[in-house]
């Protein structure tokens, strides 16, 4: 078996393990479990609190004590027990601190996965830049399948292509483990996080490089120099709108899937295949992203840095504008359209982001600014996103316990224009052309 076939496998199973149940939670707490905003919304905020922490901390382990593909498979085992009891719990409150813990156990494996294909495609002669992205993109399409399978699965009201097969398959999963038929996406999860973790262990060994001095301080051991960049006002505006922009990153990732749902409490649009076939929807999104990828060189050599952050930025309040807008019938295009946008509203931001702290910072500190930019995005960001977001819709957007989703969307896009006005005011970047070709190459 080929180096490259076997970290595909590895790409495709760390994302699929994600997929299966990232965008149905919301419907699983809001539909199956009756639970409110502000509950969710805790529960969805622990992938931006471990975020903040547990990457920077195994990566140390991995620097210093552990093969990096064996703690890798360490975590994935135990973040597959962890799912196993999540259809057990009947209370949010314990909901919180068992995804929490799963959280902790997953996130670091995502820079974990891509640290593991580095050094495995090195060490063989590869070429990264050019060898990585095409092993990179079956974790996208993992985590596409995994939300089909979910579809399939794990609802009582499959896609009417598929419903007999969907039900029967369904239906035996939820009698092995005694737990309702919704509950299946995280068993499957659960069931596939395990078989990666073993696999991990099979993987070529990748030991401690060792690169952090033994008398190193803490700070430098976990990154925090990078922290000096707020004193450059420019970094330090950058970052602040990452945050801005990192809280509504993961808001259609939490509702979208609810949102499509909730169509089918309205009698003409019970059974039609947005409802019944949601997941594959929301996969649009996903596929969008595989496609924009493949656009962003493009995007940058043309108009640079900070035009693309801008159209990212103006790419979210169509995408939430379009949410706001569309239904299952004549407004099904908005929901379609809103689907592909996705891929240049995500993509964009954070890929021309990421190249903009490669270009701007000292090359000493610029592996822990990477990983303050992503902390502000999918740490303080995500968390404050998922919080405020739960609270600010059962407050203000939910009326009977029904959820004026067309408020909700059009609130978030509103939100979203005005970090797009502000940054574009504000956030001052001259497009050097040279510095997009020399990262390019």
């Known amino acids: 078996m080929s180096i490259k076939f076997r970290l595909t496998v590895m790409s495709f199973l760390q994302f699929f393990v994600w997929g299966a149940w990232l965008i149905t939670i919301g419907t699983y707490c809001f539909n199956a479990k009756g639970w409110t905003g502000a509950e969710f919304g805790a529960i969805f905020s622990t992938l931006g609190l471990s975020s903040l922490f547990m990457p920077a901390i195994t990566g140390i382990i991995a620097d210093k004590w ?14 597959g027990i962890i799912l196993f009891f999540v259809p057990k719990v009947n209370d949010p409150n314990t909901l919180y601190y068992v995804i929490f813990g799963a959280m902790i156990c997953y996130m670091p494996t995502i820079s974990l996965s891509n640290s593991i294909a580095y050094n495995i495609l090195k060490n063989n002669k590869y070429d ?157 999104s996903q596929i969008s992203e595989t496609l924009f990828i493949l656009a962003i060189p493009f995007f940058l050599k043309r108009f640079g840095i900070k035009r693309v952050m801008l159209i990212s930025m103006f790419a979210w309040v169509l995408r939430f504008g379009l949410f706001a807008y569309g239904n299952p019938t004549d407004g099904l295009w908005m929901i379609i359209l809103s689907c592909i946008v996705y891929g240049m509203a995500f993509d964009f931001f954070n890929i021309s982001g990421s190249l903009f702290v490669e270009t701007t910072t000292d090359s000493k500190i610029r592996s822990s600014a990477q990983g303050l930019f992503m902390m502000m995005t999918n740490g303080v960001g995500a968390y404050l996103g998922s919080k405020i977001s739960g609270i600010v819709i059962d407050e203000y957007f939910t009326h009977d316990g029904l959820k004026d989703w067309h408020n909700i969307w059009f609130s978030f896009a509103i939100y979203s224009l005005i970090i797009a006005v502000l940054f574009g005011l504000f956030f001052k970047h001259k497009h050097v052309p040279e510095d997009v070709a020399e990262i390019a190459h």
């Open 66 to 79: 552990i093969n990096a593909e064996k703690l890798y498979g360490i975590l994935h085992i135990f973040y």
């Open 128 to 284: 990264v830049v050019k060898d990585f992205p095409p092993i990179r993109v079956w974790g996208t399409i993992g985590f596409i399948i995994a939300m089909w399978l979910t579809n399939i699965f794990s609802s009582e009201t499959p896609p009417e292509f598929i419903k007999d097969f969907g039900l029967g398959i369904g239906k035996f999963i939820a009698d092995v483990f005694g737990s309702p038929i919704f509950a299946n996406q995280f068993y499957i999860a659960a069931f596939f996080a395990i078989i990666l973790g073993v696999y991990s262990f099979t993987l070529p060994k990748c030991p401690p490089q060792k690169l952090i001095a033994d008398d190193a301080s803490l700070a430098e051991q976990l990154g925090l120099n990078a922290f000096k960049l707020f004193s450059n006002s420019k970094m330090a505006m950058f970052l602040l709108f990452s945050l801005f922009l990192g809280a509504a990153l993961q808001l259609t990732n939490m509702y979208g899937d609810s949102y499509l749902d909730d169509f089918g409490k309205i009698t003409e649009y019970k059974k039609t295949f947005v409802v019944e076939g949601r997941t594959f929807i929301m996969s649009i």
